[in-house]
């Protein structure tokens, strides 16, 4: 072999050296690349498939919280009626006790008569008595001197006569009015102590009612920490919308605005029910906090003016768990005041919230807030 093909044979063998190291490493990049992307792939299945986990359990837990929240309003309605039956016979106990308190005063007055009538009769008894007895009417006319004196005799002795016979008569019938008017108060009595009962009665059934509302409120409460716990998700704040008021808390509207039947009044404010292990409350619009304080009724509550376009108007927010404003204070729309509770006169926790036209005068100056609000 001559040196020029020796020159040309090595140059060719190292050409082929540097192609194969040079497709060798294309390949493993290729092969790293490939696997990488799979790995990336795998990971945004496993993502998706989480994503379409938590969707689904969340379908499940608002479909079970639905039918909750329709057992919650079943209780509400029946929550309501055992406290309309219970001022019922609240109010047949008040009536019957004035009733009680008249028939009383009546049988004191015909007592008085009794025992007037009583004395007049034992003086009548003692004058008969000193005088030997019994009148003798007929010895009374026989002795008349004319037939004029006779007459006189027997129209005072018919007089006489007449005036003993009412006096008896109207004794008996008092008799019997006092014996009638003492059966109505026994009467009165026993229809006050069976409704004292009822009333024990019905006040237990509203415990139970609440307490079973409570337990399924509690569930919920419970549902929706499990599935945030699980889904990594924090408490939830309303997002500031546009326009003059915006929504003060998430959560499904459980009581409108206007009369309610079961309760027999009316209700000046919507109640938005606690769907959250803590759920945020904010402003519904830009204004001055008036009042934050705790009421007997409200619980803790806020109440905030507002200046809009040139009218004056104040919102209310009830039943809060705690707040953490104070009076005098600015607030911007969508600023956290507190969260919703079961504080005051309230069976569950809920936010009751008040929208009012003007100055704050009680339910005179209250409007609907689902006329101003998207809920």
Known sequence: MTRKTLVMTA???VGLSAAWTSNEKIAYAENASTTKLSDLEKKSNDVNRDINQNKEKLKEVQEKQKSEE????RLDSEVGQTNADIHSREAEVEQAKRDIEKLKNEINVVKKRIEKRNELLKKRARALQENG???DYIDVLLGSESFGDFISRMSAVSTIVGADRDLLMQHEADKQAKELKETKVQNKLTEVNQALEELKNLRAKLQKQVGEKNKLMQTLRDQDKEFNEEAGTAEEIPTVTSGSFMRPAKGPVTSHFGYRETF???????????RGESVPIVAAASGKVIRAYQSSSFGNAVFIRHNVDGQTWVTVYAHLESYSVSSGQSINKGQQLGYIGNTGHSFGAHLHFELH???WKGKSSAVNPESYIKF
């Open 11 to 13: 140059a060719v063998l």
């Open 70 to 73: 329709a057992e919650i309003t």
């Open 133 to 135: 007895g019994s009148v």
């Open 264 to 274: 027999g009044r009316g209700h000046y404010g919507i109640d938005i029910g606690k």
């Open 357 to 359: 036209k003007g100055d």
